[in-house]
């Protein structure tokens, strides 16, 4: 038998490329093309139709109606003859063609005796495959049935074009995009029943950020749009080449692309990723320009199975996430991790539900208040209110675990107001009842550089008949304070009236550098130093320091995690005005803290 190389076209690599631009190879079948199929096998009369595209060294089906006769290779297929001469091929009967007389699908099973392929012509002329029918009987073909069969292998090739453009292909690299990701993944599930029952495959989805986003903001913005968009071609033609066999690559957005490894190279592509450091620190040219880029990649496997190829974008992102937290070149996708951002999302995802007025009967947020002990008078003359979360379904959530992750979204906003309304609101009801409470309410960083806080602030006193007096805005220490803006802001706070007090005193970032800038009335020393007074000499040294300073300043000074009579007695020795803590009592609800009070009274 001839061999088929001799007669392939001298394009053959730039055919190749065609072949695997459109992305067709190893995937599933397309319902377009198993529409053609059924077509031709029903028109024609014949034993089977296919669509086959022909890779370098294999055939591969992509559609077919009929029983399986096609070539397991490229030189035992009859459609690679198809594509050497990018016409129509006729053969009526095979054993009288002497190409194929020998061929072992014609001398055996599945005994092929009529063949007619029509070649799958791309726009620039190349023949990826063919659309073909077979019998195991001779056949005549005529004139009228050529026209038929070329002009379906056209509409398959249409179809083929039309399934790599139509919103799967990135404007600017002319790459898969995500969308086309999600279809290839979708496309690894068998569809035929006996093959769904044989062990699945394993699959490799590996996320890159290269740049990533904080680095393709800055060049962007430095270096214009023209000299960003070229870096991320040529970023996305570089991981093309370090992966070339291995991974099919998609631009996701921006400088993030996709690696989905070819079958059979799963654990092969995770290891050959982690090689890539040196190919991945070498400078990306842009217009000329050499640049060093930062690249951070999250690396999951799948079984290929309908739920885990579905999940596995999610998952490679969340892998990605963890390295960009890490700031280390890969990192494998972490389940346990993985839970508690799903955990962390759903969170903030509910958090405005819980703000709604019919939430605070039953998983909304709730204030409770903690009572200031007076240490002068024994008496209770105020409290701190303290926000808590009763999840619908989740249950309590722990302020610790809520609250920074809500500090560091634009929720902030809405879940500060909230607790300032709701104190307030408490405070009036507080005070028609005879019972006037100054009422500490703790405000996070971010709200301190919102232009209208001051106004809020008034305005939710002049509406509840709340004396700007009787309100302590809490704030911790930090860097953020030095702000020309937020220091203005304080200076207003005080104008109002309000108090307004350093939380967590003595473990914050400068201490004392910076007291004489910020006008605050009341230091609260941080309870981790309170906690250990009754063991810790150092300890005490320490918080006696500090309420020496305090006092020396004229600050008011309020101890937080008094759990013990001993601890409490020290403090009150050393000259603390206010103490909180579990040995007065636990955070309360707002009845229990008005029963609380009234009972010290």
């Not at 304070?481 to 003595?506: C, N, Q, T, Y």
């Not at 970032?509 to 309870?527: G, H």
Request: aromatic content about 6%.
């Amino acid at each position: 038998m001839p061999d088929p190389a001799l007669s392939r076209p001298n394009d053959e690599l730039q055919r190749l490329a065609a072949l695997h631009a459109l992305h067709l190879l190893d995937t599933g079948s397309s319902e377009d093309l198993d529409n053609i199929t059924r077509l031709c096998h029903s028109l024609f009369g014949v034993n089977g139709a296919y669509v086959s595209l022909i890779d370098a060294d294999r055939q591969w089906v992509k559609s077919q109606s009929g029983p399986d006769m096609c070539a397991p290779s490229r030189e035992l297929s009859f459609c690679d003859h198809t594509v050497s001469q990018r016409a129509l091929m006729v053969v009526e009967d095979a054993t009288l063609d002497a190409r194929f007389a020998n061929n072992p699908l014609v001398s055996g099973p599945p005994h092929i005796r009529f063949y007619v392929g029509a070649p799958l012509l791309t726009p620039e002329g190349h023949a990826i495959g063919a659309l073909c029918i077979t019998d195991t009987v001779p056949r005549t073909f005529d004139a009228a049935q050529r026209k038929q069969l070329q002009q379906l292998a056209a509409l398959a090739m249409s179809q083929m074009l039309l399934r790599r453009a139509i919103g799967r292909v990135d404007p600017l690299t002319a790459m898969p995009n995500k969308y086309q990701l999600r279809e290839d993944l979708a496309s690894l599930v068998p569809a035929d029943s006996a093959l769904q029952e044989a062990e699945p495959g394993t699959r490799a989805l590996a996320y890159i950020d290269m740049p990533d986003a904080h680095t393709s903001f800055e060049i962007g913005s430095v270096l214009g749009s023209r000299i960003h968009d070229e870096l991320i071609r040529n970023v996305g033609a570089r991981l093309q080449t370090l992966v070339q066999g291995q991974a099919d690559v998609y631009h996701i957005s921006d400088g993030r692309f996709a690696l989905l490894s070819h079958a059979g190279k799963a654990e092969q592509l995770a290891g050959h990723l982690r090689g890539m450091t040196a190919a991945l620190e070498q400078p990306v040219d842009s217009m000329a320009v050499p640049m060093n880029l930062p690249s951070y990649g999250g690396i999951v496997s799948v079984v290929q199975t309908r739920e885990q190829l579905r999940d596995a974008p999610r998952k490679a992102v969340a892998a990605l996430h963890e390295a960009l937290a890490r700031r280390q070149r890969w990192a494998d996708y972490d389940a346990d991790a993985d839970v508690m951002h799903q955990r962390r999302f759903r969170l903030l995802n509910d958090i405005p539900d819980a703000l709604l007025p019919e939430r605070q009967q039953g998983g909304g947020l709730a204030l409770v208040y903690q009572p200031k002990l007076d240490l002068r008078s024994n008496r209770y003359h105020g409290g701190e209110a303290l926000l808590r979360w009763q999840h619908h379904e989740l249950g309590p959530i722990s302020p610790a675990e809520f609250i920074p992750l809500v500090e560091r979204t634009a929720l902030i906003r809405p879940v500060s107001e909230w607790v300032i309304q709701a104190a307030l609101q408490q405070m009036a009801t507080w005070k028609n009842e005879g019972m006037p409470v100054k009422l500490a309410i703790n405000l996070a960083a971010p709200n301190f550089e919102e232009s209208d806080l001051i106004g809020r602030l008034e305005r939710g006193c002049r509406d509840s008949g709340i004396d700007p007096a009787m309100v302590e805005i809490e704030c911790t220490e930090g860097v953020w304070m030095h702000s020309p803006a937020v220091l203005k802001l304080l200076h207003e706070i005080r104008a109002l009236g309000m108090g307004l007090a350093l939380d967590d005193f003595g473990t914050g970032y400068s201490n004392f550098a910076y007291l004489q800038q910020v006008p605050a009335s009341v230091v609260k020393i941080d309870q981790s130093l309170i906690r250990h007074l009754d063991s810790s000499a150092r300890d005490r040294r320490i918080v006696q320091s500090l309420i020496a300073l305090a006092k020396e300043l004229d600050y008011h000074i309020v101890a937080e995690g008094v759990e013990t009579a001993q601890t409490l007695e020290l403090l009150r020795a050393w000259g603390v005005d206010e103490a909180q803590g579990y040995y007065m009592a636990r955070p309360l609800t707002p009845e229990a803290f008005s029963a609380h009070v009234r009972a010290a009274a």
